[in-house]
């Protein structure tokens, strides 16, 4: 099973900020099966990035992906106070995996 | 729109069964794989299985294989989720969600959208 590790677990930046999440993979991953989703607080996760960097539909070109092999990245140009959630990446190789999150909180 | 409804809330006894439907509307309900995942409180998410609910072929990930049965009724556009010999640990909110690209191209286990989220209690 393919073990996904995010860092940092959580990230503190004001509106405004430019945001980097990483997942880093235990062995190597397709771009082709590389996910990022966003979850706030009481709802259902939101697809934000499939393929490693193709934006799902009407998701903001803030949001952009990017990586390859073991190491991927989810960056957010300029943090919108609805952007402060928690980011999981997920992965599907011989089998599917979420990585643990990383909560992106107001400063 | 496309939505994805899902049954209330459960609190069941440990060893006993819960069965959980997701309503589908707003596209063709066979056309696309339905997931089912799963976030226990506070805890990160952990994918279930899937149905192609035009044939109703199911592939279930090994940690809940003998304990869960994925179904669908297309006469309803709904899809269920049956876990058995529940225990303490399965205390989460269980979603439903459809996989991005149609059945006849290849799923792509990329779900969008989800459903609203189904808490189910273990607790005796």
Redesign the interface.
Known sequence: EIVLTQSPGTLSLSPGERATLSCRASQSVSSS?L?W?QQKPGQ????LI?GASSR??GIPDRFSGSGSGTDFTLTISRLEPEDFAVY?C?Q?GS???????TKLEIK | QVQLVQSGAEVKKPGASVKVSCKASGYTFTGYYMHWVRQAPGQGLEWMGRINPNSGGTNYAQKFQGRVTMTRDTSISTAYMELSRLRSDDTAVYYCARDLGPVVVAATFWFDPWGQGTLVTVSS
Not at chain 1, 44 to 47: D, Q, S
Not at chain 1, 95 to 101: A, D, K
């Open positions: 099966y996910a989703y259902a996760p939101r697809l499939y799902a539909t999981y997920q599907y089998s599917l995996t979420f990585g643990q999150g």
